[in-house]
């Protein structure tokens, strides 16, 4: 075979053998443009960007759907918890204002976990609104997306009725509170006029009153008396004569103090002898007096306060010499 004769007759259209080589370049020749053609189509069955857009707009969608699903499932959950520490804290009624009542909780602790739950209701109601205004951005869309569109649209729909029962409850216990803390107030109020009047009644019943003079400085002030024919030891001045505490006594003229507290009565001359006219026991002395009932020194010193005070609470000390 010539090879110039075959490849002019290749060329233009004359005969050559059946499956030699330049029917073979022939046929690669036509191929060429149908491959072309073939990948173009391909490119054309993709994605357009408008789809690719709104793809990625679901995909965006779906992922802020699963975020506020944990985020309404939060809030649920912080509703249960106040809620519970609401009925936790309430006192029944019954018990309000009585001594044993000790309040009802922080209410301020629960205020501040409430003004908590509304910011996450209200981010949470915002957040549904910006995909509300996505999906509706997204109406050009294949059948499957607007499925998933149809679903996603039921699920805002679902928090947005959720959200609501949320607000609602958020109210609920805001007025609870506010009960709470009217009910705190008031019974703060009566703990301290208990607590006042518990202390005003400690203090009188632990007040005692006590005077210390001579027998003449105790008579012209009508603090005691002299009383004839009395079977009491200890005698002043003229025979059978006993002193004794007035009937009327004007404890404005004696010095009172706390029993608690009181451990020692200065006695304003350490030489002189003192007696006690009045009923305390004085076994309860630091130092018991002498076989005539009568008490020396510097002081009148109470070793044991409540047995000393036990039988009167007004002492009456007469310097007998």
Do not use: H
Not at 262 to 267: G, K, P, R, S, W
Not at 296 to 304: E, H, M, N, T
């Amino acid at each position: 075979m010539q090879p110039a004769m075959y490849a002019g007759d290749g060329l233009f259209g004359g005969s050559m053998p059946q499956g030699g080589p330049m029917l073979q370049l022939g046929k690669r020749g036509r191929m060429l443009p149908l491959v072309g053609l073939a990948l173009a189509g391909l490119a054309a069955c993709g994605p357009s960007k408008e789809i690719q857009q709104q793809l990625a707009e679901l995909t965006a969608i779906s992922a802020e759907k699963d975020s506020l699903v944990s985020q309404i499932a939060e809030n649920t959950r912080l509703v249960s918890d106040i809620s519970a520490e609401v009925a936790r804290v309430q006192v029944p009624v019954s018990q309000a204002g009585t001594a044993e009542s000790t309040g009802y909780g922080d209410p301020d602790a629960l205020l501040t976990n409430i003004k908590a739950l509304t910011a996450r209701v209200e981010d949470s109601e915002g957040r549904l609104v910006e995909s509300q205004k996505r999906i509706d951005a997204l109406s050009k869309t294949s059948t499957t997306q607007k499925t998933q569109l149809a679903s996603f649209q039921k699920t805002i729909d679902e928090f947005r009725g959720t959200i609501e029962s949320q607000k609602q409850t958020i109210v609920s216990l805001t007025e609870q509170v506010g009960y709470l803390q009217e009910e705190n107030a008031r019974l703060a109020a009566v703990n301290v006029t208990l607590a006042d009047t518990v202390s005003a009644l400690s203090n009188r019943e632990n007040s005692v009153w006590y005077v210390v003079g001579t027998k003449q400085e105790l008579l012209d002030r009508g603090i005691i008396n002299e009383e004839g024919g009395s079977r009491v030891l200890f005698i002043f001045g003229k025979r059978g004569k006993t002193l004794v505490p007035a009937a009327n006594l004007d404890l404005t003229a004696f010095n009172v103090a706390d029993q608690r507290y009181l451990t020692e009565i200065a006695l304003p001359d350490s030489a002189g002898e003192y007696t006690v006219v009045t009923r305390q026991d004085l076994t309860a002395l630091e130092t018991p007096p002498d076989d005539k009932g009568r008490v020396s020194g510097d002081a009148l010193r109470i070793g044991d306060p409540s047995k000393f005070w036990g039988n009167d609470r007004v002492l009456i000390v007469v310097r007998s010499s």
